[in-house]
């Protein structure tokens, strides 16, 4: 059962959408010019990393020519009705005009998704509730995989009510039961040793004597010499396939000259299921390790984005990462981040206005001839994609266009 959710200039939001996805892409997309680059027309590739200067509505619209079904992970973190202001003509304060806003760039976003495909919406208190009704209005409420929670804080005091240190990250799916299971990296009790140079994930209680609880100094681990006459024949032939294709191996184990069997996994393919509460804090810090600290305000932290990434590209790391709300910059790095991890060839697409850059205050601009030198937050964006690649992929090219009008 579906709850519908209404507000004024529903329709026209929604007619919008309808008409901007149904655009031909082998029509007068095809035929014009989707960016500019340095002034002459550009049409990107599936396979780069961009960073698309201006509107997102127009900029997911041209998207559509060359990355329709292709995005396997959106995240964005959009605009609240705070009461700053913004760059976005269409946004005005109330929650219609959020609604309104939003509408035709999540119906743009899904189109954009692979049928396997997740959107992150990440999300305060703000517009959290209205934000989920509507993502079950877009992407229907039976592809819903539920809401996550980003612990962002822990300090606060001094709040009337009670210290808020958490945000939302509501999530659905294109389809739900072809999205898969979120996944992290494999924690405790296994150890990553390094084996032949290769970081590997070595657990040695895959084995257990039996169920329930153990006495104190009782071993639980049930050792190769007993599987005969513990589990039978049938579990030590599967033992023994598993030690021929080196999942498993044989490790000497306690005085009676017995062996654990232990298995043995690449690091980068170590996974567990992702929970639900999500710690991550020091979005600043992120910044000002690149030298970028105190010019934006409150961005997010590159674990978050890196761990929500991850989770659905564990085993897929050529996907494309969508983000059009980029703000500093985030996005980008924490695809380089989760590159790094498992040598992987993620891209991503980054959209933000070139809206002037507001200081951490949310009160003075910064102007072009600042000691920051970031007159805008897009160029804010590109200076910590540049500064972010040197430290996790100097070999990272990225391109940097803008908005071709129709």
Same mark, same amino acid.
């Given at each position: ?183 992290? !990296?494999? #924690?405790? =009790?296994? @150890? $990553?040793?390094?084996? /032949?140079? *290769?970081?590997?994930?070595? +657990? ?24 005969? !006459?513990? #589990?039978? =024949?049938? @579990? $030590?032939?599967?033992? /023994?396939? *598993?030690?021929?294709?080196? +999942? ?30 999500? @710690? ?127």
């Amino acid at each position: 059962m579906s709850t519908a959710l209404n507000w004024t200039g529903k329709d026209a939001a929604f007619a919008l959408g309808r008409r901007l996805i149904s655009t031909d892409a082998s029509g007068h997309l095809g035929e014009g010019p989707h960016f500019l680059r340095e002034g002459d027309t550009y049409v990107p590739t599936i396979d780069e990393n961009m960073l698309v200067v201006g509107d997102n509505l127009p900029a997911l619209t041209r998207l559509l020519a060359t990355h329709r079904g292709r995005i396997k992970v959106v995240y964005i973190d959009p605009p609240y009705n705070t009461g700053n202001a913004l760059a976005y003509k269409d946004h005005g304060h109330g929650h219609a005009s959020w609604l309104n806003f939003m509408t035709p760039r999540l119906m743009l976003a899904r189109e954009l998704m692979r049928e396997d495909g997740v959107i992150f919406l990440h999300l305060d208190d703000g517009e959290s509730a209205w934000a989920q009704l509507l993502g079950h209005e877009i992407f229907g409420e039976d592809n819903s995989l539920g809401t996550l929670i980003h612990q962002r804080a822990k300090g606060g005091g001094n709040s009337p009510s009670f210290v808020r240190g958490h945000d939302y990250v509501h999530v659905w799916a294109k389809v739900a039961d072809q999205a898969g299971a979120f996944l992290t !990296e494999k #924690k405790a =009790p296994a @150890k $990553l040793e390094i084996i /032949d140079g *290769k970081r590997m994930l070595v +657990e040695t209680d895959v084995l257990r004597a039996g169920f329930g609880r153990y006495a104190r100094g009782q071993e639980r681990r049930l050792m190769y010499e007993d599987i005969l !006459e513990v #589990k039978g =024949p049938k @579990k $030590l032939a599967e033992v /023994d396939a *598993k030690l021929g294709t080196g +999942e498993y191996v044989l490790r000497p184990w306690g005085p009676a000259g017995k062996h654990a069997v232990v298995r043995v996994t690449p690091a980068e393919k170590a996974s567990s299921k992702l929970y639900s509460i999500i @710690k991550a804090l020091g979005g600043q810090n992120d910044l000002e390790d690149l030298g970028l600290g105190g010019i934006f305000s409150y961005p997010k932290p590159v674990e978050l984005v890196k761990t929500l990434v991850a989770s659905q590209t564990f085993f897929d790391p050529g996907a494309i990462v969508l983000d059009f709300f980029a703000g500093s910059g985030t996005t980008a790095q924490a695809v380089m981040a989760a590159n790094e991890r498992d040598a992987g060839s993620r891209t991503f697409i980054l959209i933000q206005t070139p809206e002037p850059l507001q200081t951490k205050n949310a009160r003075s601009l910064v102007g072009a001839d600042s000691e920051d030198g970031f007159p805008e937050i897009s160029r804010l964006t590109a200076e910590r994609i540049r500064r972010a690649a040197k430290r996790h992929d100097p070999e990272l090219h990225f391109t940097e266009i803008a908005v071709a009008e129709q």
